[in-house]
């Protein structure tokens, strides 16, 4: 079954403890993504790629990481969480061409106390 | 800048009744555009998209989407909505290599 996978669901950490989300597809697609969902502000892209060892900046980049060192995984770190990055954390994959849909995982709700 | 906006936070419909979302973007060209949705505890699902040819194009789930160069606009539709409708919608435009969204509309489905 074709689908993009993150773990974990949910994830509730302190101030300055750095954490990864995961991110993997099955798809053997080339482009993948991280968005931050929160209310009233829709979904907000934080970095995509669009290959292996390709990745960019979306509209919210700052206090995130990410890296592609393979097609499949596409991780999301935090390496020093503060409160202001309290969300739901969605990634997606495509096959890379814009008329192509993005499949979504099902989400972390992240907590950062 | 470049923006999506969904001009209605919340609506409300009855079962059965018609249904109209908004959606406007401002972008120098023909951007792609995409309906998605998304179902409390869901990440989003593709209901329809467009990039090129007829302006009113056909979704699942009986949705359909009609597009307005002249006024930027992509308001999605639905002739008749059933309860299984309520969700969040979002609207979301495609151009350079990304994709940007709108604040989304929750609708709420009464019986």
């Known amino acids: 079954e074709a689908q993009v996978t993150q773990n974990p669901r949910y994830l509730i950490t302190v101030t300055g403890k750095k954490l990864t989300v995961t991110c993997s597809q099955n798809?053997?697609?080339?482009?993948m993504s991280w968005y931050r969902q929160d209310p009233g502000l829709g979904l907000r892209q934080i970095y995509y790629?669009?290959?292996?060892?390709?990745?960019d900046k979306g509209d919210v980049p700052e206090g995130y990481k990410v890296s592609r060192k393979e097609k499949r995984n596409f991780p999301l770190i935090l390496e020093s969480p503060s409160p202001n990055q309290t969300s739901l954390y969605f990634c997606?994959?495509?096959?890379?061409?814009?008329?192509?849909?993005?499949?979504f995982g099902s989400g972390t709700q992240l907590s950062v106390l | 800048a470049q923006s999506v906006t969904q001009p209605d936070i919340h609506i409300t419909v009855s079962e059965g009744a018609s249904l109209e979302l908004r959606c406007n973007y401002s972008?120098?060209?023909?951007?792609?555009l995409f309906w998605y949705v998304q179902s409390p505890g869901q990440g989003l699902q593709l209901l329809l998209k467009y990039f090129s040819g007829d302006t009113l194009v056909q979704g699942i789930k009986g949705f359909e989407a009609e597009f307005k160069r002249s006024q930027s606009s992509f308001n999605l539709r639905k002739p008749s909505v059933h309860w299984s409708d309520a969700a969040e919608y979002f609207c979301a435009v495609g151009t350079g290599n990304q994709f940007y969204f709108g604040t989304g509309t929750s609708l709420t489905v009464i019986p």
């Open positions: 997606a994959s495509s096959s890379g061409q814009l008329t192509e849909k993005l499949f």
């Open positions: 790629s669009m290959n292996v060892e390709v990745t």
């Open positions: 972008y120098g060209a023909t951007p792609y």
């Open positions: 798809m053997n697609h080339e482009y």
